[in-house]
């Protein structure tokens, strides 16, 4: 009888964390971006992390040019893209070097053997070959044989070498979705479609594909296999979606709630360009996007749109929000609704253009010329983005006030499962224009005064140019409170200050009390967070809770003005903790304003947090 491979064991897991990395043009954000919709379509819960190279094009086979993506798969609600990888798809020796120290003790590698040849292990700065000298026995490694068994898959189909050559990352996803059972038809059908009027590029990608995963199953280098079930999550219909792409349906819900047309005025920037992108293709919804010359023109056309009556909104990244400022600082004056997007990075000027921070906080608040403030919501998932430009959109039009709306790389980039909400959930927005007179002149005739005040909310009504008989002037001069000339009186200038402030801090009224969770009524230890650092701040408490440990957690949606009860809250705790991206801002805003003693935990790495450092943070506090 003839010998038969041995099926190998299929064990059970409850998550699993993937790292695919390589050259830039290796084409490691696709293949991560298959393997994270193969597990959504299989009802996997999922978390991800690309990460990319600062430069457009590094040179190639060198650390500078890796491009990395890690997504986390469980069968159960997670909130990071996982603290170190399980396995690291290493398509080159760059690759391998850069990536190899966030591996789990004696994790998985998966090579690309081709590519360990001595002039890309030069390039890497190995002297000889880390696959036969021992440095990985720590490791389990599968050195497989990807450039050449694509090209020869390839031949036979009429595909030129170089070209069968790009699609060998479509075999490492075959051989990945067979390692850890994921299904495989969300991805050949992917490619029909992708490249259905390139006949010969969806015909290398398909059989390479279909390699990668026969190679798994025929070579006998596997004794094991791995699945993950699908996850318990609620009833509805699911998307996969990232921070930019929610942001962006957010301001469309937020123009069709408001009855408002959206006109976004954007410059393109890394990492908020995809705004720009996803939004323009959207104009059955009332959606106008203009690509502007520079950011000065992009925020002065998204003004003036909303003084001609849209929603008027720009985006942009950390560079664009200080050349803007003397715009955004206009709209304060001029009390017009706009949005202001900032989806952060490392700074400062150039500094990370691909990597995440959350350093922009303080300019946000304080970056204009004299007293300027605005409000400031921060999204803090990659979903729930989408609630945020809503919310930011409400407060903008109700108050008549630019609103600053912070994001992160990480929240722009990163992918989770979002329940679609029911459309009729959603709170419509009121927008009021002014259509008539409302003041007496000196002559007793009836009057426009621009700034005659809603007694509750102190936003000035907003006028349409062109309506009959409210013509009015705006600019950047100071106004006369109520009739809007210019006046230089000192008074006048101290009145207009006070009511612009006032109306800001009065948001507090309307906004919810403080986002709180963990032990909230006897805790130790307090982690206040802001933005993208939700996911790691929960499950780092959750991790020293299980230990026994008292740990609550706040979470600020609204910066500016603070929640009405953060500082009742904040004095509830002997000690309180604030984990950011930054060097410690939002620590120093609530020790200011509530004398609180908040001690910082600060990361600059262009990486956000994982919730071990989360886990340690909160030991070493609770232990002093």
Not at 47 to 65: D, K, N, V, W
Request: with cysteine; glycine share 8%.
């Amino acid at each position: 009888m003839a010998d038969t491979a041995a099926v190998p064991e299929v064990r059970q897991l409850d998550s699993i964390i993937v790292r695919f990395a390589g050259d830039s043009g290796d084409g490691m954000q696709l293949t991560g971006d298959r393997f994270t919709n193969a597990s959504a379509v299989f009802g996997n819960d999922l978390s991800t992390l690309p990460e990319f190279p600062a430069e457009i094009r590094a040179p190639q086979g060198t650390l500078a040019g890796v491009s990395a993506f890690q997504v986390q798969v469980s069968d159960h609600d997670i909130t990071t893209p996982g603290d170190a990888p399980n396995v690291l798809i290493a398509m080159n020796p760059a690759a391998l070097k850069k990536e190899l120290h966030r591996l789990e003790p004696g994790g998985t590698i998966i090579v690309n053997e081709d590519a360990f040849e001595d002039r890309n292990l030069a390039k890497a700065g190995y002297d000889e070959t880390p696959l036969e000298d021992g440095s990985l026995d720590a490791y389990t490694m599968f050195k497989v044989p990807m450039t050449s068994l694509t090209k020869e898959v390839c031949k036979d189909i009429g595909v030129k070498p170089r070209d069968a050559e790009r699609s060998k990352n479509f075999f490492a996803l075959g051989l990945v979705s067979w390692l850890y059972t994921r299904p495989v038809e969300p991805t050949l059908d992917w490619i029909k479609a992708k490249f259905g009027r390139q006949e010969l590029v969806a015909a290398a990608n398909t059989a390479a594909f279909n390699a990668g995963h026969a190679f798994g199953e025929t070579a006998e280098y596997f004794d094991v296999t791995y699945e993950v079930r699908p996850a318990k999550l609620q009833p509805g219909v699911y998307t996969n979606i990232n921070g930019n792409t929610a942001l962006s349906w957010g301001l469309i819900a937020a123009g069709q709630l408001a009855k408002l047309p959206i006109f976004l005025g954007s410059y393109p920037i890394t990492p908020a360009s995809d705004i720009l992108h996803e939004l323009s293709k959207h104009k059955n919804f009332g959606v106008r996007t203009l690509q502007a010359e520079d950011e000065i023109a992009a925020v002065g056309s998204a003004l003036g749109a909303a003084y001609g009556g849209h929603l008027g909104i720009t985006a942009t990244s950390g560079p664009g929000i200080a050349l803007k400022g003397e715009t955004i600082g206009l709209a304060v004056s001029l009390e017009l609704p706009l949005i202001v997007i900032d989806i952060q990075r490392g700074g400062p000027s150039t500094g990370l253009p691909t990597k995440t921070e959350a350093s922009d906080l303080l300019m946000a608040m304080y970056g204009r010329h004299g007293e300027s403030p605005i409000p400031i919501v921060a999204a803090y998932t990659a979903s729930q983005c989408f609630h945020a430009a809503i919310e930011a959109a409400r407060i903008a039009l109700k108050y008549r006030t630019p609103v600053m709306l912070l994001s992160d790389g990480y929240l722009a980039n990163g992918t989770e499962p979002w329940r679609l909400p029911d459309v009729e959930s959603l709170d419509e927005i009121d927008v009021q224009f002014a259509t008539a007179t409302n003041a007496v002149d000196a002559e007793g005739n009836a009057v426009f005064h621009p700034y005659v005040r809603d007694p509750e909310t102190l936003a000035r009504p907003w006028a349409i140019p062109g309506t009959p008989e409210l013509m009015h002037r705006i600019g950047g001069i100071e106004k006369e409170d109520g009739t809007g000339n210019i006046s230089y009186d000192p008074e006048n200038h101290q009145r207009m200050t006070d009511l612009r402030a006032a109306k800001i801090a009065g948001i507090a009224n309307d906004i919810p009390p403080t986002m709180m969770a963990g032990d909230v009524d006897d805790a130790d230890l307090l982690v206040l967070g802001w933005g993208s650092t939700w996911g790691s701040i929960t499950s780092g408490m959750k991790r020293a809770r299980a230990e026994g440990n008292k740990v609550a957690h706040a979470h600020l949606t609204h910066i500016n003005p603070f929640p009405a009860d953060l500082g009742d809250v904040l004095a509830r705790y002997p000690r309180v903790i604030v984990p950011e991206m930054n060097m410690g801002q939002l620590s120093k805003l609530v020790r200011a304003e509530f004398l609180v003693d908040a001690t910082a935990v600060t990361k600059v790495k262009g990486q956000p947090f994982t919730a071990a450092e989360i886990h340690e943070a909160i030991l070493e506090n609770i232990d002093d």
